[in-house]
């Protein structure tokens, strides 16, 4: 057994059929009775129930939500919170709620509930972001990480098919570069392999599905378990592609994923023999890169950039704009070098969006 260092991170979980309910304890917890309740459009009548629950604790209300936190929008957050003297942070929704409480967390030092409907995984990560004159700034803060995570599975039961399998592809990428990413260690590969199996397990029965809870539940555990293998290592070539198609190129971080992670696997895995073998363990395909690619055809997520609206004279651009963000990955970096030229060419694959296969990306 080789020697590692891993830092388990201290978020309580609350994990459970009508768990929502639990925020009152939480909030209890932390002895918050000023608290700013941040909920997407699409969480409405959650938020509606949990004000209700919570009465004249709630001091604000927040509902508009967006993907990458624009700036302008974090700065009014934070200055209602400020002049609301809020005291705690409730968000439910998917990433961008859960994003827009850690940019208010990052300033106001105040903690956060989250209740994530979607399975993006922020929940359990210290990092942050925001967007200003297309560029998403990412950052890393203890202070943000949620003090306690409820996860209801009830609150999923609705979630559309466009967004039920790219948000599961979005887990399913954190799990992968979990694997060999920088601060991999044998703990995080078991998080990242236990969350990626439940996904695979439950995704089709949800697909066909759409409101099984049990398969649901399971869907979200998944998710969670990705969610920490994200948290506790990092990003590779496969997040810093997604990274910059989202934040320069305005596509929905989700549908970037999906279309994104088989070529970026079939990229890397000439040089991770071990790790390959683990994900295709776990997928049930021989060659990894393939069975992602058939799952997202199961799961009727998008398969090509272009589907996503990004214009091909652009991939050169963002090849050049990836290569820079590669670079900034700390040591060892991507296990697979990769040149902007390297970038092009899986990005022209993924626009073209044929089914990869790790032989033929090899060279
Ligand atoms: P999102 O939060 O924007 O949600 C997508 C859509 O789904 C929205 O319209 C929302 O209203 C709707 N929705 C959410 N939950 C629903 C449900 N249960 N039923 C029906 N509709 C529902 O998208 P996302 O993919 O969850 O999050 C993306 C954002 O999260 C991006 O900004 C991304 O950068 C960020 N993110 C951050 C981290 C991190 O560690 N900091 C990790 C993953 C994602």
Request: charged content about 20%.
């Amino acid at each position: 057994m080789n020697s590692f260092t891993y830092s388990q991170h201290r978020a309580r979980v609350i994990f459970g059929d009508g768990s929502r309910t639990r925020v009152v304890d939480e909030l209890n917890l932390l002895r918050a009775d000023r608290v700013m309740l941040i909920a997407t459009g699409s969480a409405g009548a959650v938020a509606d129930e949990l004000a209700a629950a919570l009465g004249r604790n709630v001091v604000l209300r927040w509902d508009e939500v967006a993907q990458h936190v624009p700036l302008d929008l974090a700065e009014r957050a934070r200055e209602a919170a400020a002049e609301a003297f809020v005291d705690a942070i409730v968000c439910v929704g998917g990433g961008s709620a859960v994003g827009l409480a850690k940019a208010v967390a990052l300033t106001a030092r105040r903690p956060i509930v989250a209740i994530p409907t979607t399975y993006a995984g922020s929940e359990q990560t210290t990092i942050y972001a925001v967007t200003s004159e297309q560029h998403k700034q990412t950052g890393n803060s203890i202070s943000v990480l949620p003090r306690s995570v409820i996860y209801d599975p009830e609150l999923t039961l609705d979630m559309p098919a466009g967004i039920t399998g790219p948000s599961a592809f979005n887990a399913l990428a954190h799990a992968v570069e979990a694997l060999y990413a920088p601060g991999n260690t044998p703990v995080t590969t078991v998080y990242a392999l236990q969350g990626a199996r439940a996904i695979h397990r439950s995704l089709a029965r949800v697909v066909a599905a759409p409101r099984d809870l049990e398969a649901r539940g399971e869907l979200l555990y998944g998710a969670y378990l990705c969610g920490v293998a994200l948290g506790a290592t990092g990003a590779g070539l496969h997040h810093k592609i997604c990274h910059v198609l989202g934040g320069t190129f305005d596509l929905v971080h989700a549908d970037a994923h999906s279309v994104i992670l088989p070529h970026s696997v079939a990229f890397n895995a000439p040089v991770l023999p071990d790790e390959m073998a683990e994900l295709s363990d776990v997928l049930g395909g021989a060659d990894p890169a393939a069975a992602l690619w058939d799952l997202a055809v199961a799961a009727q997520v998008p398969t090509t950039l272009a589907a996503l609206g990004l214009v091909a004279a652009d991939l050169p651009a963002a090849a050049e704009r990836i290569e820079a963000e590669v670079a900034k990955i700390p040591a060892p970096g991507n296990p697979r070098p990769c040149t902007a030229d390297d970038v092009l060419a899986l990005l022209q694959r993924a626009y073209a969006g044929a089914r990869p296969t790790v032989d033929a990306v090899v060279r």
